[in-house]
């Protein structure tokens, strides 16, 4: 039986650290790489991903000067080269590399030290990104670190011009809260977002999904000034606009799917919209067929709901992706679709009993049908 795969150990072994602690030994004279391998491998056990980023800058920083202006050149003198600038996506760099961001927050964080922090931070993210870091300094001054993000929007390295996205995300994954206000970020996108480097652009397109969920409107209007100044290739804008609007897509949000091209009142027909077997057993698939016919060539997003039963509750439903297509004129959409009916997901528990399937089609509910979870055999 193969063993289940563990981030964690694939990001922190001795391997990874017995590069971090060759390139610091290279970097800063004195430091002894046996003696913070001896220390730092064994304390890996027990702690989670974040848990033991902390714990391999604690180690590191009793290494370094309690000086932070001396930590941050020595922390800098360590750096790896910088990720390849000829790559366009997909080069977010290693985890190991998070320290120096880590010890950016920890010491850096006096008006004194604010300008070598930025440095520090601008120098590190072109290794790995600092967008978990750049955080309580916009949270601590907010004003004086959008000044530096305005700069750095039009940095020549990519990860820098990244950065200015990533990390004023309203809802990044992981990360810290920032208290400003969610749009304020705005017109730092508006100046990145005709990047050449989709690593850029996809930042941009999730920051507005973030946005999206706060204020769906002012997304709508931002993509709208792109679409007229035209700085952004169309065929690119077209990709930012749909991954921007995934969220309001999903929600039916009637102004996002027209912009899209998707009529809300499109004329449809459904045909067939029906479970396979109407006992589903938790742990299996159901599965169901949809049947779409248009008389004129109609653009469609289907998605279908799943409203969950829960006992004396009212049934929640979840929506989920299921095609995006043109139906050309006169003619009929067919779709079979299996979702698995997860009986030990973590965080959602099945219930039996009678749920309903709903099927919704560009943002518009237009049929529905209900099937029967239950804990024995499906027949």
Request: hydrophobic share 40%; aromatic share 8%; net charge neutral.
């Amino acid at each position: 039986m193969n063993e289940k795969f563990s981030l964690k150990d694939h990001l922190f072994n001795s391997d990874s650290l017995g590069d971090l602690a060759r390139e610091f030994a290279a970097g800063v004279p004195g430091f002894d790489a046996d003696a913070f391998l001896a220390e730092v491998l064994p304390g890996l056990q027990g702690r989670e991903l974040l848990e033991r980023l902390e714990w391999i800058a604690d180690c590191i920083e009793a290494r370094l000067s309690d000086d932070f202006m001396v930590m941050a050149d020595q922390l800098e003198a360590a750096m790896p080269p910088e990720l390849d600038p000829a790559q366009s996506d997909d080069d977010f760099g290693r985890f190991i590399h998070a320290v120096p961001g880590i010890l950016a927050v920890r010491h850096g964080m006096r008006a004194e030290h604010r300008q070598r922090s930025m440095d520090l931070l601008h120098a590190a993210t072109r290794r790995f990104s600092m967008e978990f870091y750049i955080r309580p300094f916009i949270n601590e001054w907010p004003d004086e670190t959008f000044d530096v993000l305005a700069s750095w929007a039009s940095d020549p390295n990519y990860h820098v011009r990244r950065l200015v996205s990533e990390g004023t995300r309203p809802r990044l994954p992981w990360a810290k809260a920032i208290k400003t206000d969610p749009l304020r970020p705005l017109p730092l996108l508006d100046q990145i977002h005709a990047d050449s480097t989709r690593y850029v652009t996809r930042s941009v397109a999730n920051h507005l999904n973030d946005i999206s969920k706060i204020d769906a409107e002012k997304v709508l209007e931002l993509l709208v000034k792109w679409q007229k100044e035209r700085r952004q290739t169309q065929k690119e804008l077209n990709w930012m606009c749909r991954h921007s609007l995934r969220t309001s897509v999903k929600n039916g949000h009637s102004e996002a799917m027209a912009f899209l091209g998707y009529q809300k009142d499109a004329k449809l027909e459904v045909k067939t919209f029906r479970p396979v077997h109407k006992r589903v057993r938790i742990g299996e698939k159901l599965t169901f067929e949809v049947s779409l016919f248009a008389q004129k060539r109609t653009p469609v997003i289907v998605d279908y709901l799943i409203e969950f039963h829960k006992p004396n509750k009212i049934g929640r439903a979840k929506v989920f992706k299921l095609k995006q297509a043109e139906i050309p004129e006169n003619s009929q959409l067919n779709l079979t679709k299996s979702h698995l009916m997860k009986g030990n997901a973590s965080t959602f528990q099945l219930v039996p009993g009678p749920h309903k399937l709903i099927l919704q089609v560009n943002g518009k509910q237009l049929a529905e049908t209900v099937f029967e979870l239950v804990a024995g055999s499906a027949s």
